[in-house]
């Protein structure tokens, strides 16, 4: 895609297979479960057509099935219609899909405003300011009612300026600085910060703004602050780092960057921010993401239930339109004058320094470095999804079927740790967590009487893990690299290259590889007895969020009672040719060149060394550096 008509075309193309879906109360699009009612569940999928139909509209284009859009919004604010939606409660499905009925009323309200009767657009205005009498929960939430309010003072109506008011208060609660909001004391730093305070924010700026211009002004400020730091999580090709909850929202992830367009925000220059967005969306549409009808599933790079949120239904997919946001502009506006340009010059390492992420680039992928920050609620996978030592955008990250076989609990990325009866725990929550230039840490504790520090290193391509293990009692360990797809397109299977290295029987290090034509995965071994056997883990089906089918190299040992110092070097991508350096401990035929190496001094100090040997960090049990 490069033109606006374009960007256009997909998003009918994305709309068309939904027409025959709908029903009195909204959209039947699956009969998979959240939990809310499925009653709620079809007025959700209704809904989240509106974040790309509004934009439409507003754009001056049409959809075949408005009418039908508006019709449903009729009867489902009808107390007197057998569709009515139902009042409210706290905390309810309902008051989140408020919001795209708010942007629609105000950005196109000769389509969703005008064509009611002055008894519908009453009802309609009682039905909203539910919102504004209802508890909400204390994250994300509170800018529902703010746009809702919004909506109010663009038309006309009364608003109950305390409730208003209480959600701006929230809301600043949850900013910490520097671009970031954490989503709620309970929350986390993740793809609620772009897609859902920024994007927020930003559409109150550009529709409410001229009347509150120092809020305007600080929300403007925040994306300009953040812009920078979430640029670099994308490729050149349209992929991103998956993290977090909600993934299934899919490009709703670059929806930040068309809500900076809307708002006339140039974050980036106006070539740059339209290749992101155009790139982003081109992707997705390439991938599996549909059902035999069209409909969008629930996933992420492929239909998969067992990576989905409670609150997941079948219409939720459809939050991916809020990145069609920049269709509301005019053809005149500078965005659609310019070519689509490039991603700019980014570094190879960049700090998060709010999270304590590290985001490391390569020709190969782009790398999210965890410290481990687990949410204050039960989220589905929140292990998965908040706490790996890595994600990647090439490579995804793994979730689990359960606790039971390594098979089984997706342990790429991360030190997994059993008592030897089959039953492994992960990384969850952590604590004192801080990061520095290219390194984040976190302490974390998977029985009372075990504790690990956990630093992870970026080199690039590469990464070092080093874990500090005090333990009362002995341990089966297996760390895992990157998982990679055991399959290609529809091709026949092929044999995978393995290699397995135990350092009880070989001098060189321990290590463990697989590199199949289209990708590799590997993991070296650099801990002080190297006594780590090398292992290859496949994955049961649809735990990697990108790849139905997953292959992992891992290292295995014991852990005794005491002190134990576990290091490892992990890196993925395209497969190299054999090292020609005799020296190196080098991976065999998956990688070129030498891996990381570290030394480690007699106080403890780890320093870690980069392929050339250049000191990038030392590690000390006090002090990072």
């Not at 409410?208 to 640029?231: C, D, M, N, S, V």
């Not at 997953?550 to 190299?576: D, K, Q």
């Given at each position: 895609?490069?033109t606006?008509e374009?960007?256009?075309?997909?998003?009918?193309?994305?709309?068309?297979?939904?027409?025959?879906?709908?029903?009195?109360?909204?959209?039947?699009?699956?009969?998979s479960?959240?939990?809310?009612?499925p009653?709620?569940?079809?007025?959700?999928?209704?809904?989240?057509?509106?974040?790309?139909?509004?934009?439409?509209?507003?754009g001056?284009?049409?959809?075949?099935?408005?009418?039908q859009?508006?019709?449903?919004?009729?009867?489902?604010?009808?107390?007197?219609?057998?569709?009515?939606?139902?009042?409210?409660?706290?905390?309810?499905?309902r008051?989140?899909?408020?919001?795209a009925?708010a942007?629609?009323?105000?950005?196109?309200?000769a389509?969703?405003?005008?064509?009611?009767?002055?008894?519908?657009?009453?009802?309609?205005?009682?039905?909203?300011?539910?919102?504004?009498?209802?508890?909400l929960?204390?994250?994300?939430?509170?800018?529902?009612?703010?746009?809702?309010?919004?909506?109010?003072?663009?038309?006309?109506?009364?608003?109950?300026?305390?409730?208003?008011?209480?959600s701006?208060?929230?809301?600043?609660s949850?900013y910490?600085?520097?671009?970031?909001?954490?989503?709620?004391?309970n929350?986390?730093?993740?793809?609620?910060?772009p897609?859902?305070?920024?994007?927020?924010?930003l559409v109150?700026?550009?529709?409410?703004?001229?009347?509150?211009p120092?809020?305007?002004?600080?929300?403007?400020?925040?994306?300009?602050?953040?812009?920078?730091?979430?640029?670099?999580?994308?490729?050149?090709?349209?992929?991103?780092?998956?993290y977090?909850?909600?993934?299934?929202?899919?490009?709703?992830?670059?929806s930040?960057?068309?809500?900076?367009?809307?708002?006339?925000?140039?974050?980036?220059?106006?070539?740059?921010?339209?290749?992101?967005?155009?790139?982003?969306?081109?992707?997705?549409?390439?991938?599996?993401?549909?059902?035999?009808?069209?409909?969008?599933?629930?996933?992420?790079?492929?239909p998969?239930?067992?990576?989905?949120?409670?609150?997941?239904?079948?219409?939720?997919?459809?939050?991916?339109?809020?990145?069609?946001?920049?269709?509301?502009?005019?053809a005149?506006?500078?965005?659609?004058?310019?070519?689509?340009?490039?991603?700019?010059?980014?570094?190879?390492?960049?700090?998060?320094?709010?999270?304590?992420?590290?985001?490391?680039?390569?020709?190969?992928?782009?790398?999210?470095?965890?410290?481990?920050?687990?949410?204050?609620?039960?989220?589905?996978?929140?292990?998965?999804?908040?706490?790996?030592?890595?994600?990647?955008?090439?490579?995804?990250?793994?979730?689990?079927?359960?606790?039971?076989?390594?098979?089984?609990?997706?342990?790429?990325?991360?030190?997994?740790?059993?008592?030897?009866?089959g039953?492994?725990?992960?990384?969850?929550?952590?604590?004192?967590?801080?990061?520095?230039?290219?390194?984040?840490?976190?302490?974390?504790?998977?029985?009372?009487?075990?504790?690990?520090?956990?630093?992870?290193?970026?080199?690039?391509?590469?990464?070092?893990?080093?874990?500090?293990?005090?333990?009362?009692?002995?341990?089966?360990?297996?760390?895992?690299?990157f998982?990679?797809?055991?399959?290609h397109?529809?091709?026949?299977?092929?044999?995978?290259?393995?290699?397995?290295?135990?350092?009880?029987?070989?001098?060189?290090?321990?290590?463990?590889?697989?590199?199949?034509?289209?990708?590799?995965?590997?993991?070296?071994?650099?801990?002080?007895?190297?006594?780590?056997?090398?292992?290859?883990?496949?994955?049961?089906?649809?735990?990697?969020?990108?790849?139905?089918?997953g292959?992992?190299?891992?290292?295995?040992?014991?852990?005794?009672?005491?002190?134990?110092?576990?290091?490892?070097?992990?890196?993925?991508?395209?497969?190299?040719?054999?090292?020609?350096?005799?020296?190196?401990?080098?991976?065999?035929?998956?990688?070129?060149?030498?891996?990381?190496?570290?030394?480690?001094?007699?106080?403890?100090?780890?320093?870690?060394?980069?392929?050339?040997?250049?000191?990038?960090?030392?590690?000390?049990?006090?002090?990072?550096?």
């Amino acid at each position: 895609m490069v033109t606006r008509e374009d960007l256009q075309e997909s998003l009918q193309e994305i709309l068309a297979p939904v027409i025959s879906h709908f029903e009195g109360t909204g959209l039947h699009l699956g009969n998979s479960g959240a939990h809310y009612a499925p009653r709620i569940a079809r007025m959700e999928g209704w809904s989240r057509l509106l974040w790309g139909l509004a934009p439409l509209a507003a754009g001056g284009s049409t959809w075949s099935a408005m009418d039908q859009e508006v019709d449903v919004l009729r009867r489902g604010t009808d107390p007197s219609s057998p569709d009515y939606w139902g009042i409210p409660g706290d905390c309810d499905q309902r008051l989140v899909e408020m919001a795209a009925i708010a942007l629609s009323l105000m950005i196109a309200p000769a389509q969703f405003w005008d064509p009611l009767s002055d008894e519908e657009k009453k009802r309609l205005y009682q039905w909203l300011s539910f919102i504004e009498v209802r508890e909400l929960p204390a994250n994300n939430w509170h800018f529902f009612r703010v746009l809702v309010c919004a909506a109010f003072r663009s038309l006309g109506l009364p608003v109950n300026e305390a409730a208003e008011t209480a959600s701006f208060a929230l809301i600043e609660s949850c900013y910490r600085g520097d671009g970031w909001y954490m989503d709620g004391n309970n929350g986390n730093y993740d793809l609620y910060n772009p897609f859902g305070f920024h994007f927020y924010g930003l559409v109150y700026a550009k529709l409410i703004g001229k009347a509150f211009p120092e809020r305007a002004a600080k929300y403007i400020e925040r994306a300009r602050l953040f812009a920078p730091q979430y640029t670099v999580w994308f490729r050149e090709d349209g992929s991103m780092v998956p993290y977090g909850r909600s993934l299934t929202y899919r490009f709703a992830s670059v929806s930040f960057f068309s809500a900076c367009v809307f708002a006339d925000l140039e974050v980036l220059p106006w070539g740059v921010l339209k290749g992101i967005i155009l790139r982003t969306i081109d992707w997705w549409l390439t991938q599996p993401i549909r059902n035999p009808d069209g409909i969008l599933s629930v996933g992420f790079a492929y239909p998969n239930l067992v990576m989905a949120e409670q609150y997941n239904s079948p219409g939720s997919p459809y939050w991916a339109l809020k990145s069609y946001l920049v269709l509301a502009l005019p053809a005149s506006h500078p965005f659609w004058q310019v070519s689509v340009e490039s991603l700019p010059t980014l570094p190879e390492t960049t700090r998060l320094a709010v999270p304590g992420y590290i985001i490391s680039r390569s020709t190969d992928d782009v790398q999210l470095l965890c410290p481990g920050r687990y949410p204050g609620w039960e989220a589905v996978q929140s292990a998965a999804k908040y706490c790996k030592f890595a994600y990647s955008a090439r490579f995804g990250f793994s979730v689990s079927h359960g606790a039971w076989s390594l098979e089984k609990a997706g342990g790429d990325s991360m030190l997994m740790l059993s008592e030897g009866d089959g039953y492994w725990r992960e990384r969850r929550h952590t604590t004192d967590q801080c990061s520095g230039p290219n390194w984040t840490y976190g302490r974390w504790f998977p029985w009372k009487d075990v504790e690990i520090q956990t630093t992870l290193v970026a080199l690039g391509c590469w990464h070092v893990r080093i874990h500090r293990i005090k333990s009362a009692r002995i341990l089966e360990s297996a760390e895992g690299g990157f998982s990679i797809p055991r399959y290609h397109s529809f091709d026949l299977p092929v044999t995978p290259e393995i290699r397995c290295e135990s350092a009880l029987e070989i001098r060189s290090a321990a290590s463990s590889s697989i590199a199949y034509p289209w990708a590799a995965s590997a993991i070296v071994d650099l801990s002080p007895e190297k006594k780590r056997a090398g292992d290859i883990v496949m994955m049961e089906p649809n735990l990697n969020i990108l790849e139905t089918s997953g292959a992992v190299p891992v290292l295995r040992c014991t852990i005794p009672r005491g002190l134990t110092l576990l290091v490892c070097a992990v890196r993925a991508g395209t497969p190299g040719s054999e090292s020609t350096d005799p020296g190196s401990e080098s991976t065999g035929a998956v990688f070129p060149g030498p891996v990381p190496q570290i030394k480690i001094a007699r106080d403890g100090t780890v320093t870690v060394m980069d392929q050339s040997g250049r000191v990038v960090a030392e590690i000390s049990q006090g002090e990072t550096k």
